[in-house]
T-cell receptor, first 119, second 115 residues
Framework: AQTVTQSQPEMSVQEAETVTLSCTYDTSENNYYLFWYKQPPSRQMILVIRQEAYKQQNATENRFSVNFQKAAKSFSLKISDSQLGDTAMYFCAFMKSPLSGAGSYQLTFGKGTKLSVIP | GAVVSQHPSWVICKSGTSVKIECRSLDFQATTMFWYRQFPKQSLMLMATSNEGSKATYEQGVEKDKFLINHASLTLSTLTVTSAHPEDSSFYIC???????????FGSGTRLTVV
């Protein structure tokens, strides 16, 4: 079974500053996907960024980037130029490769990090 | 883009009654739907997986008779909380898994309060 650990229950950052959210995971799988989801007060789950384990290059989406360390099983999210709209719960999630058979496509979520962006 | 429409967005019911939550996939067909439960300030926990045309698969510890899941068509999956009790109060979210270039598509969630 897979586990996802987010060790920071809450974080805060000044507007326009940079913040990094940590995530570690445990798996015996070699092929998998990692995600960061944002859940604002509306509770709608929004994909922030995703990383395929077979890709060495870290994923980037505008102000959001990840530091994927496969050997260390670490997948941190960096938010640059933080904006008030970034205030939300952030969940790190793991998914086995669709080719893995049973349990494919199921997401395993971490407990989340509540991020507050301070004006 | 692809949308999963989830209704109702919130519901208050009396203890002992049943509540049905619907998730409809718009503009795409979903042969599978995941159902999650989220307690306040906690993570999403997978409850069950519904499959069109076959029985749902429940996660360990989830009562099949209390949480009835039906996947009647390729565009509709429902979760019925039967004989609801206050401890069933929670936030329920459905999600269609990735398919043909489409990523996970989450419903907007249902806040259930049992009084």
């Amino acid at each position: 079974a897979q586990t996802v650990t987010q060790s920071q229950p809450e974080m805060s950052v000044q507007e326009a500053e940079t913040v990094t959210l940590s995530c570690t995971y445990d798996t015996s799988e070699n092929n998998y996907y990692l995600f960061w989801y944002k859940q604002p007060p509306s509770r709608q789950m929004i994909l922030v960024i995703r990383q395929e384990a077979y890709k060495q290059q870290n994923a980037t989406e505008n102000r959001f980037s990840v530091n994927f360390q496969k050997a260390a099983k670490s997948f941190s999210l960096k938010i640059s130029d933080s904006q008030l709209g970034d205030t939300a719960m952030y969940f790190c999630a793991f998914m086995k490769s669709p080719l893995s058979g049973a349990g494919s496509y199921q997401l395993t979520f971490g407990k989340g990090t509540k991020l507050s962006v301070i004006p | 883009g692809a949308v999963v429409s989830q209704h109702p967005s919130w519901v208050i019911c009396k203890s002992g009654t049943s509540v049905k939550i619907e998730c409809r996939s718009l503009d795409f067909q979903a042969t599978t739907m995941f159902w999650y439960r989220q307690f306040p300030k906690q993570s999403l926990m997978l409850m069950a997986t519904s499959n069109e045309g076959s029985k749902a698969t429940y996660e360990q510890g989830v009562e099949k008779d209390k949480f009835l899941i039906n996947h009647a068509s390729l565009t509709l999956s429902t979760l019925t909380v039967t004989s609801a009790h206050p401890e069933d109060s929670s936030f329920y979210i459905c999600s269609a898994p990735p398919d043909r270039g489409r990523g996970y598509t989450f419903g907007s969630g249902t806040r259930l309060t049992v009084v």
